[in-house]
């Protein structure tokens, strides 16, 4: 089983900033396509960004221009920097790795979550 290991997460001002982290194995690196989720209470797990392992990046909607999504393969971290924050980003934020060796063989891993809170 793959361990992810998410940190940054805490509390900030409207505005303010906050790079999320997410350590991973370099099999991960090497082969996996990897993601940045968020749940806020009484809402679903949304995709917040998302890299392949080819360095491919997108984004949803409401975080372009605020968000930037990377990744260091040398490090084996995901970075999720996050600018010009609101409060409506307050949620729980997960790393997610995706491994697919086969078409009929998809692996999917999570982090535990990191608190992110936006004050007004």
């Known amino acids: 089983q793959e361990q992810l290991v998410e940190s940054g997460g805490g509390l900030v001002q409207a505005g303010g900033s906050m790079r999320l982290s997410c350590v991973a194995s370099?099999?991960?690196?090497?082969?996996?396509?990897m993601g940045w989720y968020r749940q806020a209470p009484g809402k679903q797990r949304e995709l917040v960004a998302g890299?392949?392992?080819?360095?491919?990046?997108n984004y949803a909607d409401f975080v372009k221009g605020r968000f930037t999504i990377s990744r260091d393969n040398a490090e084996t971290t995901m970075y999720l920097q996050m600018n010009s924050l609101k409060p409506e980003d307050t949620a729980v934020y997960y790393c997610?790795?995706?491994?697919?060796?086969?078409?009929?063989?998809?692996?999917?891993?999570w982090g535990q979550g990191t608190q992110v809170t936006v004050s007004s």
């Open positions: 370099r099999r991960v690196f090497r082969f996996g396509d």
């Open positions: 997610n790795a995706r491994v697919a060796p086969t078409v009929e063989a998809v692996y999917d891993y």
């Open positions: 890299i392949t392992a080819a360095g491919r990046v």
